[in-house]
């Protein structure tokens, strides 16, 4: 099966899902500055999704104005396609961060709305040179807007989306603490520079 339409980076390192990834309505990391992080650039990585089996390729090229280009390669098999993002990075105490909207896929260009949809991403470069990227956890999310420990919103059903929304300086300040980590559980991706 081609890569269906599925937003972030989600869409090519993972073969379905059966929602959108979590998104917020302010970039991670704004009170900071967004600035691209020079960790990721520098040649191509090889990497798998949550199915070892499948490769993926990634590129990540900086631009001037501060955001990152990032293409995504799942060449062969049921889940083979690309797609470009355009992505925002940030480091907030520990934790370093990626703003992912969606910009292409397969060569096509996003609808207006999915292209305005901005999805976290938590990511770290391991000691030995691993790029481990997390999704936030949908149910996670859900409960912490529920709860009022960071502004959003869940829409209805078991599987209704979650947007977060709270301005700038309390999202920063969430995402650096652990309960802001915590969102984030289990890799998405992880990936290997290419020699």
């Known amino acids: 099966m081609k890569i269906v339409r599925l937003a972030a980076l989600a869409c090519v390192l993972l073969a379905a899902a059966a929602c959108l990834p979590v998104a917020t309505t302010t970039p991670v990391g704004t009170t900071v500055g967004l600035r691209p992080d020079p960790a990721l650039s520098g040649g191509m990585w090889k990497g798998h999704g949550e199915t070892p089996g499948q490769t993926v390729y990634a590129g990540f090229f900086a631009h001037d104005d501060g955001s990152i280009t990032a293409l995504l390669v799942s060449p062969g098999g049921k889940d083979e396609g690309w ?113």
């Not at 096509?108 to 999704?135: C, H, T, W």
């Not at 960071?150 to 300086?169: K, L, M, N, Q, R």
């Open 83 to 195: 797609a470009t993002y355009s992505i925002q990075t940030a480091t907030l105490g520990p934790y370093s961060y990626m703003n992912a909207r969606e910009v292409s896929t397969d060569g096509k260009p996003v609808s207006d709305a999915e292209a305005q949809k901005m999805f976290p991403l938590l990511y770290r470069v391991n000691g030995d040179g691993a790029l481990v990227i997390y999704l936030m956890d949908e149910n996670k999310a859900a409960a912490a807007v529920r709860a009022g420990r960071i502004a959003g919103t869940v829409e209805p059903g078991s599987d209704g989306d979650v947007t977060i929304t709270a301005p700038a300086a309390d999202l920063d300040a969430f995402m650096q603490t652990p309960a802001g980590r915590a969102l984030f559980v289990k890799p998405l991706a992880i990936f290997k520079k290419e020699k």
